[in-house]
């Protein structure tokens, strides 16, 4: 069991995300930054789909109970293992009663932690990760004991790769969206030549952007969003979609993120800017 000392400012169990089920109204939920957990689970040869834990911020404390490996990427959030410094993209054996701890945020503000074999948890139309109101809870608490495989022998075939840059880009991707076409000359001149400043209003649904851009009149019956769908408000405020973004909008859906751009921006955090670039 791996026994949570102190949950994190939120830390949720996540895996690759609810496929199928988008016609019902369900999110696809999933890690937001696919990048660097492909990675760590490809580093301890999980399944692409094995559950880890999302920490967002600010780290938890962590009791492995059992013996196993584990792999640790995304933000630099000063992670030690039994008060000695630990990297990212590396693979370390764990033994009952090591504890993992976080400290100061460095860079980034997504950090991930994959386990040999995956989290054991409650699985939800066919996924690990918490999204309520289909799981019971949104994210980890004090004191929760959560299940994985007990390993004692792993011998990986890469034990570790060379750290993401990605944390550092500052832009961002783009396609057109299904609406680009309703965009002026004042629009795509404020897109593709501003800087943009992610807003307080972020969270895994969906980041707002702080500077606004020339309004609009135009009216469209409530049409699909996708992760990475950027939509447009009558006011020119933008808003990008995360995972667990809904799955049905009424602004206009200008842009689209390309999957990098949602792991560069998932890193981002209130404060921080972007801008977009046309592909």
């Known amino acids: 069991m791996l026994k949570i000392l102190k949950s994190g400012f939120f830390t949720t169990i996540q895996d690759a995300g609810r496929f199928g089920f988008r016609n019902k109204g369900v999110p696809i939920s999933g890690v937001m930054d696919s990048i660097s957990v492909e990675r760590i689970n490809t580093l301890l040869e999980n399944e692409s789909s094995a ?18 490996y584990v792999c640790l990427a995304g933000a630099l959030i000063s992670p030690t293992l039994n008060n000695e410094p630990v990297e990212n993209y590396k693979v370390y054996k764990v033994s009952s009663g090591d504890i993992l701890s976080y400290g100061r945020l460095e860079k980034g503000f997504r950090s991930y932690l994959a386990v040999k074999g995956g989290l054991k948890t409650e699985k939800i139309l066919g996924s690990y990760s918490q999204y309520v109101p289909l799981t019971s809870k949104k994210c980890i608490s004090e004191n929760e004991e959560i299940q994985y495989e007990v390993c004692n022998l792993f011998e990986p075939k890469i034990s570790e790769v060379k750290m993401d840059t990605y944390l550092d880009f500052d832009f961002l991707e783009v396609q057109r969206g299904p609406e680009f076409n309703i965009l002026t000359d004042n629009h795509l001149e404020a897109l593709f030549s501003k800087d943009f400043t992610i807003s307080k209003k972020n969270n895994r649904m969906a980041y707002q952007l702080d500077e606004k851009i020339e309004g609009h009149s135009y009216s469209m019956l409530t049409s699909a969003t996708l992760p990475g769908t950027v939509q447009l408000t009558p006011a020119g405020k933008l808003i990008v979609l995360m995972k667990d973004g809904q799955t049905t909008g009424g602004y206009p859906r200008i842009l689209q993120l390309s999957e990098t751009s949602i792991c560069v921006l998932a890193q981002k955090k209130f404060g921080d800017f972007i801008n977009f670039k046309l592909t």
């Open 51 to 68: 559950a880890v834990l999302e920490i967002t911020m600010t780290g938890p404390t962590l009791l492995f109970e059992e013996n196993t």
